[in-house]
């Protein structure tokens, strides 16, 4: 599950200050990882999915 793979690397690096950029075109892995503090979401399907 992307979820499972992305939320450990994504809490770490922001408890590190790195800026986090987040590829993915689900939307409960865009909420995830925003509210961890994640910097950037990159949508790879640009909305059309």
Do not use: C, F
Not at 27 to 45: C, F, H, K, R, Y
């Amino acid at each position: 599950d992307e979820l499972a793979r992305v939320l450990p690397v994504v809490r770490e690096a922001v408890r590190w200050q790195v800026p986090v950029s987040v590829d993915t075109y689900k939307p409960e892995v865009m909420a995830a990882v925003l509210e961890l503090g994640a910097d950037i979401i990159n949508d790879i399907w640009g909305l059309r999915r």
